[in-house]
C-alpha cells in the first residue's frame, strides 16, 4: 500500500520536507490549488523532491486544459471526478496515455450510494485508481461513517485499483489496512498532529505489517 499525504492548507506545507522520504505520493489539495494556483505544485515538488505530486483537481470539464495545465507544472498524477461526461474522461485520459499522467476517478460525489459506480463501468488508457473519497464537510457536520473504507471491497470486486480517502488517520488506519487499499491517503491525521513525523512513522509501519494488531504495538503519536 502507497501513503499518500495530503495538504489541503498553506500552513500545512511547512510539514512536507519532515516527512517527503516517509510518503510516496505527495498531494496539492484542491483549497491549496485554488489558492496558489499550478504553482502549489512546483512548490511541492521542491519541498519533496523525486516524491511524485497529485494535483486534486476534481476536473469535470475541460479536462484538456486542465490535463496540460498540471503536467507542465510538474504533477505525476490528477484527480478527474467519476461523474464527468465520458467526453471528459475520454480526453483527459487520451493525453494521460500520451503523456505519461496518472488519473484518478474520484467517487466523492456519489460517497454514501450503492454501488459507487455502475457494475461494468470502466475507464480509459491514462487512468489508474479510482478514490473511494468520504467528503470532509460531511465528517466536519458530524457525519462518521466508514462506508467509505467498507466500499473498497466492492471496488476491487469490480477490478479497480484503489485510493482511500477521507478522515483516515491513526484512530481508522487498521480498518483501512484490512480492506487494502492500493493507495491510503491522510491529510490532517498527518498535517496537523503535535509530532507530524512520528505519526507518519507509525501509519508508515500499519502499512508495511497489516497483520499486526494494535493491542500488539505502541500507541501512536499524538
Not at 9 to 19: L, M, S, T
Not at 75 to 91: E, Y
Not at 162 to 178: E, F, H, K, M, R
Request: charged residues 20%.
Amino acid at each position: 500500500m502507497l501513503l499518500q499525504l495530503a495538504v489541503d492548507r498553506p500552513e500545512h506545507f511547512a510539514v512536507v520536507p519532515r516527512v517527503a522520504d516517509l510518503v510516496d505520493i505527495v498531494e496539492v489539495g484542491t483549497p491549496v490549488l485554488k489558492r496558489f494556483g499550478a504553482s502549489a505544485i512546483t512548490t511541492l515538488r521542491e519541498l519533496a523532491p523525486g516524491v511524485p505530486v497529485l494535483a486534486d483537481t476534481k476536473t469535470v470539464d475541460g479536462g484538456l486544459l486542465e490535463a496540460e495545465m498540471v503536467h507542465t507544472s510538474g504533477a505525476t498524477m490528477m484527480t478527474v471526478l467519476a461523474c464527468a461526461s465520458a467526453a471528459t474522461h475520454c480526453t483527459v485520459g487520451e493525453f494521460a496515455d500520451r503523456h505519461g499522467l496518472i488519473v484518478v476517478a474520484d467517487t466523492i460525489t456519489t460517497t454514501g450510494t450503492t454501488p459507487l459506480l455502475p457494475v461494468g463501468q470502466t475507464f480509459p488508457a491514462g487512468y489508474g485508481y479510482v478514490a473511494v473519497h468520504f467528503p470532509s464537510d460531511q465528517r466536519l457536520a458530524g457525519d462518521s461513517s466508514t462506508a467509505h473504507i467498507d466500499a473498497v471491497e466492492d471496488m476491487h470486486a469490480l477490478g479497480h485499483r484503489v485510493s482511500l480517502a477521507g478522515g483516515i488517520s491513526t484512530d481508522n488506519i487498521d480498518a483501512a489496512v484490512a480492506v487494502a487499499p492500493e493507495i491510503v491517503v491522510v491529510g490532517s491525521g498527518i498535517t496537523e498532529a503535535d509530532d507530524p513525523r512520528g505519526v507518519t512513522e507509525w501509519i508508515r509501519s500499519r502499512l508495511s505489517e497489516p497483520g499486526r494488531g494494535w493491542p500488539s504495538t505502541p500507541s501512536p503519536p499524538s
